[in-house]
């Protein structure tokens, strides 16, 4: 092993009897939900440094002039992590994700101005990261919080059925 | 009136629904026949406003009594407290470029000018139906409960609470009309005008059959025909604005208005339509940041000086005098009803005048003391008049006197409504569920769910010891710090040494704040040159993070620091069969020689790239292991797997507690406080008083210099009673210091503690004195742990 291999999720190794899994922080809240989905294992990859060296044809979201999330495949992490310039932390695991949609619905979980995102504010009542593609919504949060998140995105929804 | 279990509902305004269950609030028996009349009759006397304050005092043991009572006949209604929350409550965050507040002839022309100027988004809130305007958005029945910081106007629409920040607010919510003081303006009969026009407007109801109008403008003289047309006979009109009459009085028999005295003349009615003028409702105008002043050519109080993006539009802004100022008060003459300030608040012309005799001449003062203007109404209704009233008793202006304070809420609003939705936000571990599923209690502990126990505190501890123990530590803070000034930034950041470590070994440490006090600990690990994992408390990482980036930000050195505590997942392999699990799930040597003591190393665990951290909080042979968290579930489930021929179980923080007492392992927070620092809580050899600088360095200094005041020991009970945490050392009848941690050790099968004491108290075997529900038990002091003093279980 090499150093930092323990905060990533595709380092594990099967044999010896061991089948490593993953499980979802929020797998047990949106059991049975079809209208919100886990983003949680999506690649998230901080990098910190000269975020303007960062190319190709990468999601990348800056936080700040030194630090930026660039959003991948699961599968593409690892090469990633090889290839980004400056500290490269894999925080895939730290972050919980979730997409769902509807204008409404954001607005009773955020005070975020939902014209001026990406943004970094509160939702559910916890810090996240909001994304926005017309109106579909993206949230990225720590995810010891995600069942609390994932239980108040269903409660919102079923308010507004 | 209580609705379906709420108390405290407007009735006049809350839509009747079919099956509602409605209550009569603060009667005895029914409205009609109250027993609690009693106590206007033969108590008023006995009860003026503020009795409390100076009756019922003694003896202090009867006060909850006697507080109890007044609670229960102080007209607040009762809360079902088996109740459980009966609605669901919404909060939805609003922008708009013009919010306009009031949906009257103003609100909406104000409204549809915006939506044809096509300024943007534009919102309509009122209280009852609006009519729809094209490009508006119209909530309705709504309202708006005030105006905040930044702008921020929360809009009360039933069961969803709308936070609205808007370019522009528009305010008009018009006027209020204001009622007269005379005796018996409260009996049942006695109406404003616009009550008036609600009944036979809206709902076709005869408000009565005889009438008599008092009134100081158009207002009450409108409602007239009104009357007329409704069948009322109109017995007499009185204009104040033409003649004044010396005495008004109302008389009511059981409550209920029977006639009206004006300069004595009687006239027979069942209906008093009264009108003081109108004040405009410049509440949430003020609360913007508006002005009031006093206007005495037309005796109200207006808003001026309007903040930027705030407008008023309609009466809320009228400047023609309509009324003639009328009387802070009638002279009832011979009546015998009371002449009421505040409906609300039961607060009579004869409270102000006594607040006013008993000193209280400020108008806030005089408003706290009895309560005039604090009640459902907001002083919508007498706020003006009891400041009329004021400047009549002080010989004063109204102007002078100006108006108290207006704060939000402007309306009532129910405190389902302010809370909100009823879940709250916790953290969780990656095996959370895992423990609820295995029947954990599970307990608080910040932010945090953390199982207490499995059910048998005790057991667990005492397993831990005997066999195997396996414990989900999640909650840690976890750092990384990188760069090639990490060592440095360490050394200067903990008052103990880290430049000289190792890489694979691990040192506790205690982070200090600049005055050398306790603010964290944890241990460091040193996983490269240039690397190093920290873990803080659980409840400690947020502030250690900050405190961690303040210091980077401030000495400007070459390193990095990224949270990690949400990434990973720890647990805490314990026991004395630990080595063995962990060798059957690992490929590298987990022997002492492999992995000693305060070693640190990486590895793949059960197919899982672990950290091992081999330290011991519970006092015994010890792993911990941090892994990526979405793999906490697989990792704990295999552990317990593999584990079971030996013997493992989980444990809780409860047990962990007793355990780590055993060793006098302190718990920062608990054992500590604000004041505690490493010299006197027993840790000097962490202090290395001769590196060149470190946070707090200088005041540790001071502490040697200056001696210890109190010190940081441990305790054994002679009786095996264990005291209550904070309880007090006591030394010749005096306090002498105070127990952080007590709990009773199933292992060693003795009550142990910790405890601040004095430092002649700070010896091996003193005897000291503990308070227990009032008496003082013995107990000897212990300097060393109560658990494998020597560590050589922790080294096994």
Redesign the interface.
Same mark, same amino acid.
């Given at each position: 092993?090499t150093?930092?291999?323990?905060?990533?999720?595709d380092? $594990?190794?099967?044999?010896?009897g061991?089948?490593?899994?993953?499980?979802?922080?929020l797998c047990?809240a949106l059991e049975g939900s079809d209208r919100v989905l886990d983003l949680?294992?999506l690649g998230k990859i901080?990098v910190?440094g000269d975020v303007d060296a960062i190319n190709g044809d990468l999601e990348v979201v800056r936080i700040t002039p030194q630090r930026a999330l660039v959003l991948c495949a699961p599968e593409e992490a690892a090469a990633l992590r090889d290839r980004l310039p400056g500290?490269v932390?894999d925080?895939?695991?730290?972050?919980a994700g979730l997409e769902l949609h509807g204008v409404?619905t954001l607005?009773?979980l955020?005070?975020?101005?939902l014209?001026a995102l990406p943004a970094v504010g509160r939702v559910?009542?916890?810090p996240c990261l909001v994304l926005r593609n017309g109106d579909s919504f993206r949230l990225f949060f720590?995810? +010891?919080?995600?069942?609390? #998140?994932a239980?108040?995105v269903l409660?919102?929804l079923k308010?507004l059925e | 009136m209580t609705v379906d279990g709420v108390p405290n509902v407007r009735v006049c305004v809350e839509p009747v629904r079919e099956g509602a269950t409605v209550r009569a609030q603060n009667v005895l028996g029914s409205l009609d026949r109250d027993l609690l009349n009693v106590v206007d009759r033969i108590g008023g006397p006995f009860t003026p406003v503020g009795f409390y304050y100076r009756t019922m005092l003694r003896p202090r043991r009867l006060w909850p009594q006697y507080e109890r009572v007044l609670r229960n006949l102080a007209g607040l209604g009762c809360l079902d407290k088996s109740g459980r929350r009966s609605g669901?409550y919404? #909060?939805?965050?609003?922008?708009a470029d013009v919010l306009v507040i009031g949906g009257g002839e103003a609100g909406v022309a104000a409204a549809r000018a915006a939506a044809e100027n096509s300024v943007g988004s534009v919102v309509l809130v009122d209280e009852r139906a609006a009519p729809h305007i094209d490009g508006v958005e119209t909530l309705a029945p709504a309202r708006a409960i005030g105006f905040y910081e930044g702008g921020l106007v929360p809009v009360d629409a039933g069961n969803v609470l709308y936070?609205f920040?808007a370019g522009k607010v528009v305010v008009a919510t018009g006027t209020v009309e204001q009622p007269l003081l005379f005796p018996g303006n409260d009996l049942v009969g006695v109406l404003l005008p616009q009550a008036v026009r609600r009944l036979v407007d809206d709902w076709a109801l005869k408000p009565g059959d005889r009438g008599v109008i008092v009134s100081a403008d158009g207002a009450g003289l409108d409602v007239v025909e009104q009357l007329r047309r409704a069948g009322v006979e109109i017995v007499e009109v009185v204009d104040l604005r033409e003649s004044l009459p010396s005495t008004l009085a109302a008389n009511g028999r059981r409550g209920r208005l029977e006639s009206v005295t004006i300069e004595g003349r009687e006239l027979a009615c069942d209906l008093l339509v009264m009108s003081g003028g109108r004040q405009p409702a410049y509440s949430l105008l003020a609360q913007a940041g508006a002005r009031v002043e006093y206007d005495a050519r037309r005796g109200i109080f207006v808003p001026v000086d309007l903040p930027a993006n705030v407008e008023a539009a309609g009466s809320v802004t009228e400047t023609e005098p309509a009324a003639a100022p009328p009387p802070p008060s009638f002279d009832g003459g011979d009546a015998k009803g009371r002449c009421f300030v505040c409906i609300c608040e039961d607060v009579t012309e004869k409270d102000v005048k006594r607040a006013l005799a008993e000193g209280f001449d400020s108008l806030e003062l005089a408003k706290r003391y009895t309560t005039v203007t604090m009640g459902p109404c907001q002083g919508r209704l007498c706020h003006l008049p009891s400041i009329r009233l004021y400047a009549r008793e002080t010989g004063s202006d109204e102007g002078a006197i100006g108006t108290t304070t207006a704060r939000p809420p402007w309306a009532p609003v129910s405190l389902g409504l302010l809370a909100g939705?009823g879940?709250?936000? $916790?953290?969780?571990?990656?095996i959370?569920?895992r423990h609820v599923e295995l029947g954990a209690t599970m307990m608080w502990t910040g932010a945090?769910r953390r199982p207490h126990s499995y059910g048998d505190a005790a057991g667990e501890a005492r397993h831990v010891h005997e066999a195997l123990g396996l414990i989900d530590v999640s909650t840690l803070g976890k750092l990384?710090v990188?760069g090639p000034d990490a060592a440095a930034f360490l050394e200067l950041l903990y008052p103990n040494r880290f430049a000289d470590m190792k890489v694979g070994r691990v040192r506790y440490g205690v982070l200090g704040s600049d005055a050398g006090r306790i603010m964290d600990d944890g241990t460091i690990g040193r996983?490269?040159d240039d690397?190093f994992y920290v873990t803080t408390t659980s409840t400690g990482a947020d502030t250690v993070i900050e405190w961690f980036d303040w210091w980077n930000a401030v000495w400007g050195m070459d390193v990095?620091v #990224?949270?990690?505590?949400?990434?990973?997942a720890a647990v805490n392999v314990a026991g004395p069969r630990s080595r063995e699990l962990l060798g059957r799930?690992t490929d590298v040597d987990v022997s002492n020689e492999g992995i000693a003591y305060l070693d640190t190393k +990486?590895?793949?665990v059960?197919?899982?790239?672990?950290?091992i951290l081999r330290i011991g909080f519970v006092g015994e042979l010890g792993y911990e292991l941090?892994? $990526?968290?979405?793999?906490?579930?697989?990792l704990w489930d295999?552990l317990l797997e593999r584990g079971k021929d030996l013997g493992i179980r989980p444990f809780g923080l409860e047990p962990q507690r007793i355990l780590r007492l055993e060793k006098m392992h302190i718990i920062v927070g608990q054992d500590t406080d604000s004041e505690s620092n490493v010299l006197e809580a027993g840790m000097p050899w962490i202090a290395k008083l001769d590196k060149d600088d470190f946070v707090g360095k200088w005041a540790l200094e001071h502490v040697q210099a200056r001696g210890f005041r109190e010190q940081l020991v441990g305790f054994e009970m002679a009786n095996g009673v264990v005291p209550a945490e904070g309880g007090q050392i006591v030394l010749d009848g005096r306090s002498a210091g105070r127990v952080t941690s007590a709990r009773m050790s199933p292992h060693l099968g003795k009550a142990i503690g910790m405890a601040w004491v004095r430092p002649q108290l700070a010896v091996e075997d003193a005897r000291i004195e503990i308070k227990v529900d009032g008496r003082l038990e013995a107990a000897r002091v212990r300097l060393k742990p109560f658990f494998d003093p020597k560590g050589e279980r922790l080294r096994a």
């Amino acid at each position: 092993m090499t150093g930092l291999d323990f905060v990533s999720l595709d380092r $594990a190794v099967a044999g010896d009897g061991f089948e490593p899994r993953l499980s979802s922080p929020l797998c047990r809240a949106l059991e049975g939900s079809d209208r919100v989905l886990d983003l949680s294992f999506l690649g998230k990859i901080e990098v910190r440094g000269d975020v303007d060296a960062i190319n190709g044809d990468l999601e990348v979201v800056r936080i700040t002039p030194q630090r930026a999330l660039v959003l991948c495949a699961p599968e593409e992490a690892a090469a990633l992590r090889d290839r980004l310039p400056g500290m490269v932390i894999d925080m895939t695991a730290a972050l919980a994700g979730l997409e769902l949609h509807g204008v409404r619905t954001l607005r009773r979980l955020t005070d975020l101005d939902l014209d001026a995102l990406p943004a970094v504010g509160r939702v559910a009542d916890v810090p996240c990261l909001v994304l926005r593609n017309g109106d579909s919504f993206r949230l990225f949060f720590p995810q +010891e919080y995600g069942h609390s #998140v994932a239980e108040v995105v269903l409660d919102v929804l079923k308010g507004l059925e | 009136m209580t609705v379906d279990g709420v108390p405290n509902v407007r009735v006049c305004v809350e839509p009747v629904r079919e099956g509602a269950t409605v209550r009569a609030q603060n009667v005895l028996g029914s409205l009609d026949r109250d027993l609690l009349n009693v106590v206007d009759r033969i108590g008023g006397p006995f009860t003026p406003v503020g009795f409390y304050y100076r009756t019922m005092l003694r003896p202090r043991r009867l006060w909850p009594q006697y507080e109890r009572v007044l609670r229960n006949l102080a007209g607040l209604g009762c809360l079902d407290k088996s109740g459980r929350r009966s609605g669901r409550y919404d #909060v939805e965050h609003r922008r708009a470029d013009v919010l306009v507040i009031g949906g009257g002839e103003a609100g909406v022309a104000a409204a549809r000018a915006a939506a044809e100027n096509s300024v943007g988004s534009v919102v309509l809130v009122d209280e009852r139906a609006a009519p729809h305007i094209d490009g508006v958005e119209t909530l309705a029945p709504a309202r708006a409960i005030g105006f905040y910081e930044g702008g921020l106007v929360p809009v009360d629409a039933g069961n969803v609470l709308y936070r609205f920040r808007a370019g522009k607010v528009v305010v008009a919510t018009g006027t209020v009309e204001q009622p007269l003081l005379f005796p018996g303006n409260d009996l049942v009969g006695v109406l404003l005008p616009q009550a008036v026009r609600r009944l036979v407007d809206d709902w076709a109801l005869k408000p009565g059959d005889r009438g008599v109008i008092v009134s100081a403008d158009g207002a009450g003289l409108d409602v007239v025909e009104q009357l007329r047309r409704a069948g009322v006979e109109i017995v007499e009109v009185v204009d104040l604005r033409e003649s004044l009459p010396s005495t008004l009085a109302a008389n009511g028999r059981r409550g209920r208005l029977e006639s009206v005295t004006i300069e004595g003349r009687e006239l027979a009615c069942d209906l008093l339509v009264m009108s003081g003028g109108r004040q405009p409702a410049y509440s949430l105008l003020a609360q913007a940041g508006a002005r009031v002043e006093y206007d005495a050519r037309r005796g109200i109080f207006v808003p001026v000086d309007l903040p930027a993006n705030v407008e008023a539009a309609g009466s809320v802004t009228e400047t023609e005098p309509a009324a003639a100022p009328p009387p802070p008060s009638f002279d009832g003459g011979d009546a015998k009803g009371r002449c009421f300030v505040c409906i609300c608040e039961d607060v009579t012309e004869k409270d102000v005048k006594r607040a006013l005799a008993e000193g209280f001449d400020s108008l806030e003062l005089a408003k706290r003391y009895t309560t005039v203007t604090m009640g459902p109404c907001q002083g919508r209704l007498c706020h003006l008049p009891s400041i009329r009233l004021y400047a009549r008793e002080t010989g004063s202006d109204e102007g002078a006197i100006g108006t108290t304070t207006a704060r939000p809420p402007w309306a009532p609003v129910s405190l389902g409504l302010l809370a909100g939705r009823g879940l709250e936000p $916790a953290k969780r571990t990656a095996i959370h569920h895992r423990h609820v599923e295995l029947g954990a209690t599970m307990m608080w502990t910040g932010a945090w769910r953390r199982p207490h126990s499995y059910g048998d505190a005790a057991g667990e501890a005492r397993h831990v010891h005997e066999a195997l123990g396996l414990i989900d530590v999640s909650t840690l803070g976890k750092l990384l710090v990188e760069g090639p000034d990490a060592a440095a930034f360490l050394e200067l950041l903990y008052p103990n040494r880290f430049a000289d470590m190792k890489v694979g070994r691990v040192r506790y440490g205690v982070l200090g704040s600049d005055a050398g006090r306790i603010m964290d600990d944890g241990t460091i690990g040193r996983i490269a040159d240039d690397r190093f994992y920290v873990t803080t408390t659980s409840t400690g990482a947020d502030t250690v993070i900050e405190w961690f980036d303040w210091w980077n930000a401030v000495w400007g050195m070459d390193v990095e620091v #990224v949270n990690l505590t949400g990434a990973l997942a720890a647990v805490n392999v314990a026991g004395p069969r630990s080595r063995e699990l962990l060798g059957r799930l690992t490929d590298v040597d987990v022997s002492n020689e492999g992995i000693a003591y305060l070693d640190t190393k +990486e590895a793949h665990v059960a197919g899982v790239p672990c950290l091992i951290l081999r330290i011991g909080f519970v006092g015994e042979l010890g792993y911990e292991l941090h892994f $990526a968290s979405p793999y906490g579930e697989y990792l704990w489930d295999t552990l317990l797997e593999r584990g079971k021929d030996l013997g493992i179980r989980p444990f809780g923080l409860e047990p962990q507690r007793i355990l780590r007492l055993e060793k006098m392992h302190i718990i920062v927070g608990q054992d500590t406080d604000s004041e505690s620092n490493v010299l006197e809580a027993g840790m000097p050899w962490i202090a290395k008083l001769d590196k060149d600088d470190f946070v707090g360095k200088w005041a540790l200094e001071h502490v040697q210099a200056r001696g210890f005041r109190e010190q940081l020991v441990g305790f054994e009970m002679a009786n095996g009673v264990v005291p209550a945490e904070g309880g007090q050392i006591v030394l010749d009848g005096r306090s002498a210091g105070r127990v952080t941690s007590a709990r009773m050790s199933p292992h060693l099968g003795k009550a142990i503690g910790m405890a601040w004491v004095r430092p002649q108290l700070a010896v091996e075997d003193a005897r000291i004195e503990i308070k227990v529900d009032g008496r003082l038990e013995a107990a000897r002091v212990r300097l060393k742990p109560f658990f494998d003093p020597k560590g050589e279980r922790l080294r096994a």
